[in-house]
């Protein structure tokens, strides 16, 4: 049986001993839609510590070409897209951050610059929300479209990085 720490996350040694379908369930949207990247965190059990199940979701990006990563990518929602194919995660990060609860203009120019983005780059414009407001997001999509295909990529990645590193946060205890 599972043991949970007081804020209800799992310890590594309940991760460790986890049945299969179970960690690919539990694990499956640490990365948007991407059953891949918990099959690779389980495939590399037993860790020792949350910091080595950080290292190998790391490893994992790292193992990807730059195809499989625009895959990934494209998995992710354009921010403030009324997406009834979100995940949970998504959708519960939208929320806290603003997102849901922005004006129709502040909607208009996020559906503009997304689709200026998704044409410009071949992907969805991603940024970690946790911790921001929709007016810093937007700022930072109309700064963001001024840099080259190379440059957005790896900013792309860095923020699911960071969004899969808060989601495990909540899954694990650290």
Known sequence: METCNVDGRMEIGDLNQMEESKFMMTFANVVEKCPEAAAFLLTHRPYMNANEVFSSLERFFYSLSTEDKTKILNLYPDLTAADKDMTKDSLHEHIKSGLTKINE???????????????????????????NDPEKILSSLQKRLRNDVESELNADLHEVKKISRIRLSNLIAV
């Open 105 to 131: 203009h502040t909607r208009s120019s996020f559906e503009e610059l997304n689709t200026l983005y998704r044409e410009k780059f071949g992907f969805p414009f991603i940024m970690c929300v946790t911790g």
